[in-house]
């Protein structure tokens, strides 16, 4: 028997979670078996989590879209018992039953080894908002960064803040964007330099150019924000866009495109490779200050989950919230 978060849908379209106790049999078909330890709240879980259930595509169903714990049962040769792993992307926790759950059966292919130097429960304070912002810091480094300040949009949530501390750990000037004076001073705690208030990147584009500021970006917002941005990059620089928070639509001209050279590098995590999984998650271990990390910790338990999902939606979240899920 193990607990687990389950969200279940009546007849009406109306849909519930509570944590419940399940069997293993339960558990749907993968070739490892984890004994979970941590998991966290990401956007897409507050959508699985919250009313009509977003991204699920079947009920019963486990949210919890990463989780890291240790191996309990294997058929696959990489993976004995013993075994510390951690699970990001491949649509766990919303087409397969994810991390709000004791126990979790996967794809071996989705698991990656922990890394030397990461405890399970630092592994989820990054999870995918962490890999994904360590994934856009190395795109950017592969593209080639600008001199000067380094723009993270969305720096209080969980790419933000991971992104800030990497890119303030590897000696740049991290100019952090955030719609909440009462984070500024986490957010130089982490790493960044300047506080840039969100509605001063939130006014219409008035002009498709202005003055050539920043040297890169990693950019968690998207929309109009993303337009705005794109304007104020230098020539060459590169934006990595990771982020749909402020909507898909793009409303930008190609003046910055052919003007200035303005690349942008589309980063999702979910899909990743294992090889870059791999890397990406080496690069953490060892690019992350872990005194900054335990800075970002938010700790919750599975029972928490429901309103923390409503949370991060309303975007009242700091930080990382990490699930002790056998609390």
Known sequence: MFHALVVEKNEEGKTSAAVQELELDALPDGDVTVAVEYSTVNYKDGLCVGPGGGLVRNYPHVPGIDFAGTVEASDDDRYKPGDKVVLTGWR???AHWGGYAQK???KADWLVPLPDGLTTRQAMAVGTA???AMLAVMALQNAGLKDGPV???GAAGGVGSVATAILGHLGHEVAAVTGRPETADYLTD???TQIVP???LNETVKRPLEAETWGGCVDA???AMLARVLGQMQY?????AVGLAGGANLPATVIPFLLRGVNILGIDSVMQPYENRLVAWQRVATDLPMKKLEAMIQPATLSDLPGLGRDILKGQVKGRVVVDVNA
Request: no cysteine; charged share 15%; proline share 0%.
């Open 198 to 200: 969100r509605a001063d």
């Open 130 to 132: 962490g890999l994904t």
């Open 92 to 94: 766990v926790g919303e």
């Open 190 to 192: 982490l790493g960044a």
């Open 221 to 223: 917002v998207g929309g």
């Open 151 to 153: 723009l993270v949009t």
């Open 236 to 240: 060459g620089a590169s934006v990595a």
């Open 104 to 106: 979790a059966r996967v």
